[in-house]
């Protein structure tokens, strides 16, 4: 962990809408908040979904994401607290715990379970679904467990804990690096009365996700279970010319900052496939009744 000067921002992105999360289930009865839904895949390309989680009480967990498909998209699984064992279809186990991340393509298909090993305790998180561009919705399904100690992180004078889990920010890289969609995700623990600034490249969509305390962008406050989508340089209006993002806390924060670079390409999702034609979503199903996932 290195103590790092921040790049100088000369002109921040805003804040161009506040969302508010859906409470749901998934898997086996998984409560969590949808934060990232279907009518915001187009404003927030490459990027499908991201779901947050978080209990102290087993039952809302405990029965976890018993073997279910996807194909066409990758998952990054952040864990904050908790044990979670991951089996999939080609061969692929590892187990998921504090502070660990887990990155998987599904690619041309693969079959996976998430089931919890932990009977008690805290189990909090983030899910978030990564598109593939088109060439690439076939390939061979890949995956990679990321302890902990394996994030790369830097604090800044002021104070500011980043983890970088995928992309660069301030000079540090990432764990994992895309070539295409060239994601940046940053866990960012913010001191009271801390500013934080990192580049975000022009072409990018951009948010935040706050999870503890609150932060300001500009003149904007984000409060904790909230996201905030940043404004594009490319459109009219306070962003045109921002280089990059500062926010400021006045209470002690955590937050998630991810970036993409939009892949503009068609997105027909049905569940847990994700492919750029209705006969492509056909052909998925098929394959999967028929046992021709990895």
Known sequence: MNILNQVSVRQSRGIDRIVQGIATSDGAGVKLTRVLTGKLQQRLDPFLMLDAFGSDDPDDYIAGFPDHPHRGFETVTYMLSGRMRHRDSAGHEGLLENGGVQWM?????????????????????????????????MMEPWYRDFPSGAIPEYVTPQGVTVRVIAGSSNGVAGAVAREITEPLYLDIHVPAGAEFSTALPASHNAFIYVYRGAVTVGDVPVASQRMGILSNPGNLGNAAGADGVTLSATEEARLILVAGKPLNEPIVQYGPFVMNAQQEINQALSDFRNGHFA
């Open 105 to 137: 393509t599904a690619g041309r298909g693969v079959i996976h379970s998430e089931i919890p090993e932990q009977v008690d305790g805290l189990m909090e998180g983030f899910q978030l679904w990564l598109n593939l561009p088109a060439k690439n919705k």
